[in-house]
């Protein structure tokens, strides 16, 4: 039996179709013949995709060419699929950008209100055409005048599509910032003067005037996180993002803008000190534990912060459970502070805390023996069962094959809720006992009684692969056949078809060909074809295929039985065991 990936979906016919088609188009750059059929493709091709693929192929091949410029202009007038328009614009940008007529044309279209492909002919001309001043003063037009404000938005992204900003550009970005009537604009505009902001000199006071006195709180915060991208080390900079920060009522700016400081301005001693004022005095949970959190992602090492982070741990109230899980994620290589942490996880009267510390614990690149150790003890024996499901999780994030831990993993497993958790444990226990009885024998009760269809096909799949290696016993076979029809889940069904394509059983062949008829799922339905096809190729696969071609009432359905017929004539008659074409 063939192995899979039972969660790793085959392409749709139109995602294998595109991606066929680019292949085809490839293969013609070269050739002599390469634009005469391209060409032909891109107005005649059997697809969308293929008359793209055409498109992005003459934009590649043959960059600047007058008269396949031409030719694409006149595609772009004529075409009306909009995917394929869509194609036919971005290769101009791409093939003829700066040309003369090819900007002419566009700008043309631009300026015409009613265009149904406007949007897109808009981000081309601004990323073609940077240096063409009737193109560029078009596209400030509509960024200033346009009455819908999306219009206007997207022509300040195509104005700064390629991340340049003169001074002319960036005086009209700050005025659209001051004076544009939607918030969504504005904001657009000033991410647009933040990606570079150094590069003009009128940005810097600009975005302090924003920082302190503009209303929005999202344009506030923009300005400041503008400020520290283009003058990190500043110190002047960094004072007045923390005098921000102290100043400004919205809890916007003390979430936002503390981990820009913390990040542009590592190991500044005044930093760390409003972080840790933050930490105790704000009146807002989320602003404390951020500021907790940063201090121990930017602080690990420091003594100082260590001290810091045991005192708010030992201390009741808010923000002991975020203090102790940071000391835990970040100074328990120390003997004293990895005991004091690993003590918490176990003596803590709040449930909070001893969660966060095994948390913290688990994340941690190597969490070391003890922590193991702490993990399968919690897992057993904390009286609150949310803290064992934490615990439980941190075994199966850890889970190196162990004895005890995979013990308690095949106790724990059916009993879980969570069918992540449930599907987490079993992969745990694959990757490090596959050949474990004990494993198997989870497997086939998780692949018929599980309540998860998607863990029902990983099970089916890790039985499936154990009898391609040689580790089954017939009674896999039986229950491939078995789920193949009666699991409820067309994932499982199409695991289990699968699996069953390689079988040199002849029900297993009469399975499939019954399955691809009568199964009331079109994916079941192609994963027969393509079982058939790839594991039992012949006459009589040809035969079933060329009917389901015809009869199928599911055009994607149809198409792939079209296409395993084509590829197996194609490929000639295959193998007595297994046909030319692999991996279905």
């Known amino acids: 039996m063939h192995g899979h990936q039972p969660e790793r979906e085959s392409p749709t016919p139109i995602e294998a179709g595109a991606v066929a088609a680019r292949l085809a188009c490839a293969l013609h750059l070269n050739a002599p013949d390469g634009p005469a059929v391209l060409r032909s493709w891109a107005e005649h091709g059997w697809s969308p995709a293929q008359r793209a693929a055409a498109f992005g192929a003459l934009a590649e091949g043959w960059p600047g060419d007058p008269d396949t410029g031409a030719f694409v202009r006149a595609r772009v007038e004529r075409e009306a699929d909009p995917l394929t328009l869509e194609a036919a614009v971005a290769a101009l940008a791409e093939g003829w950008p700066g040309d003369r007529a090819t900007g002419a044309f566009l700008a043309a279209r631009v300026a015409d209100a009613g265009g ?7 981000l081309a001309l601004g990323k073609g055409w940077t240096e063409d001043g009737p193109a560029q003063l078009l596209l400030r037009g509509i960024a200033a005048a346009e009455e819908q404000p999306e219009l206007r938005g997207l022509a300040v992204f195509a104005l700064t599509v390629n991340g340049r900003m003169d001074g002319p550009l960036a005086a009209f970005l700050r005025e659209r910032v001051r004076t544009d009537r939607a918030p969504g604009v504005r904001r657009m505009a000033l991410q647009a003067i933040c990606l570079q902001p150094a590069e003009d000199p009128g940005n810097a006071p600009f975005l302090h005037r924003l920082a302190e006195s503009d209303p929005d709180p999202q344009v506030r915060v923009s300005a400041l996180a503008g400020l520290a991208r283009g003058w990190t080390g500043d110190p002047r900079v960094a004072e007045f993002l923390r005098r ?52 121990g992602q930017v602080g690990a090492g420091d003594p100082e912060v260590a001290a810091f982070l045991r005192e708010r741990a030992e201390q009741e109230g808010p923000g002991r459970a975020a203090a102790t899980g940071e000391l835990a994620a970040h100074f328990a290589d120390d003997p004293e502070l990895g005991a004091f942490v690993r003590d918490r996880a176990q003596s803590a009267s709040d449930p909070l805390v001893r969660a966060a510390v095994l948390t913290a614990l688990a994340n941690r690149q190597d969490p070391g023996p003890a922590a193991r150790a702490l993990f399968l003890e919690r897992a057993s024996a904390d009286p609150d069962p949310r803290v064992r499901e934490v615990a439980l999780a941190a075994v199966v994030r850890c889970h190196d094959g162990e004895q005890r831990a995979a013990a308690l993993l095949l106790e724990r497993v059916a009993g879980l809720r969570d069918a992540d958790v449930r599907l987490s444990v079993l992969r745990a226990l694959l990757a490090h006992r596959p050949d474990d009885p004990a494993v198997r024998a989870l497997l086939r009760e998780r692949a018929e009684r599980d309540a998860s269809g998607p863990i029902r096909a990983v099970a089916l799949h890790a039985l499936a692969r154990a009898g391609a290696d040689g580790a089954g016993d017939g009674t896999v076979a039986e ?97 007595a065991r297994g046909s030319a074409l692999r991996g279905g």
């Open 244 to 295: 921000r920060i102290a100043e400004d009522r919205d809890p916007l700016v003390r979430l936002r803008v503390p981990p820009v400081l913390a990040l542009r301005w590592a190991g500044d001693p005044q930093v760390a000190r409003q972080l840790r004022d933050l930490a105790v005095e704000d009146a807002l949970p989320d602003v404390r534990a951020g500021a907790l959190a940063l201090l």
């Open 116 to 122: 149904v492909n406007r949007l897109n002919e808009m």
């Open 479 to 575: 229950l491939l056949r078995g789920r193949a029809v009666a699991d409820p889940d067309p994932l499982p069904r199409r695991v289990a078809l699968r699996a069953l394509g390689g079988s040199p059983d002849r029900a297993a062949v009469e399975l499939l060909r019954w399955r691809a008829v009568e199964d009331p799922d079109e994916g079941v339905r192609i994963a027969a074809l393509r079982a058939l096809a790839f594991g039992a190729p012949g006459a009589a696969t040809a035969a079933l295929l060329a009917a389901r071609a015809r009869a199928e009432l599911v055009p994607a359905a149809a198409a792939e039985a079209a296409r395993l017929l084509a590829a197996g004539e194609g490929a000639g008659a295959g193998t």
